[in-house]
């Protein structure tokens, strides 16, 4: 993995899931997933911009929890995040077997925590935003199922929350729209990419999303810039 890109792709996809997380407008049964989200969103937003202590004292919280609550959803999806990027650190160390051992019990978590919440935007938009950006930083083969579950939860979240979607401000709704339209791309679903990316064009003019748009539909790809959060504030870039 390119491990410093990583570190700002995965703040980069943090910013986006605290910020989406921030504005929705949580159903009953969400309420205890956006508490247990506060108090780790500031530790895993620096942790994966390096901060090692902060990652620490995350994973740390989200093992507290789970030591008492094995099969909370939302602490289980962070904890597996953390163990993703920790498995970038083994993998650029040459320690392959532990790398290896992380990343798949980190997906196997986060993958838990959607069968135990699948409806639970809380726990779909942080594992779609996680794996979304780390795709783009792994070989193909291992990208294709990480975009396919991403999207998955994209999609789910769209769904989830199409009735207050519109009331949302253009940054959450253009990085959702936008990272479901490139990952469609991705996969080479052309049609729905681009639906999706004249949706963006229709719902989000004179945006960054729309010019965006506006290329890929005139040369079907994008620069690896162009595909980053627009607007998060990511330590050390």
């Not at 491990?3 to 995965?10: I, P, T, V, W």
């Not at 407008?25 to 500031?42: G, H, I, L, N, Y």
């Not at 740390?60 to 959803?73: G, V």
Request: hydrophobic share 40%; proline share 4%; net charge positive.
């Amino acid at each position: 993995m390119r491990r410093r890109n990583l570190k700002l792709a995965l703040a980069g996809a943090i910013a986006f899931a605290l910020g989406f997380l921030s504005t929705m407008r949580s159903a009953p049964a969400q309420e205890t997933a956006v508490r247990f989200d506060m108090k780790v969103r500031q530790d895993f937003f620096a942790g994966f911009a390096g901060d090692r202590d902060a990652l620490d004292r995350g994973m740390k919280a989200c093992e507290d929890t789970l030591s008492a609550n094995p099969k909370l959803a939302e602490a289980l999806v962070w904890h597996g995040g953390g163990l993703v990027f920790r498995s970038g650190a083994a993998f650029q160390g040459g320690d392959q077997q532990k790398g290896m051992e992380m990343w798949t019990r980190g997906l196997k978590e986060m993958q838990t925590a959607v069968d135990l919440a699948s409806d639970n935007v809380a726990v779909r938009i942080a594992r779609g935003a996680i794996l979304l950006a780390t795709s783009h930083y792994v070989p193909p083969a291992m990208a294709q199922p990480l975009v396919r579950d991403g999207m998955a939860d994209y999609e789910r979240t769209l769904e989830l929350q199409k009735d207050s979607f519109a009331t949302l401000g253009s940054h959450p709704r253009g990085e959702l729209l936008f990272g479901m339209a490139e990952g469609y791309s991705r996969l080479g679903e052309t049609a729905k990419a681009t639906a999706t990316f004249e949706r963006i064009q229709k719902d989000l003019p004179g945006t960054v999303y729309a010019k965006r748009a506006g290329v890929w539909l005139e040369t079907k790809t994008l620069a690896p810039e162009q595909t980053r959060c627009e607007g998060c504030h990511v330590p050390g870039k």
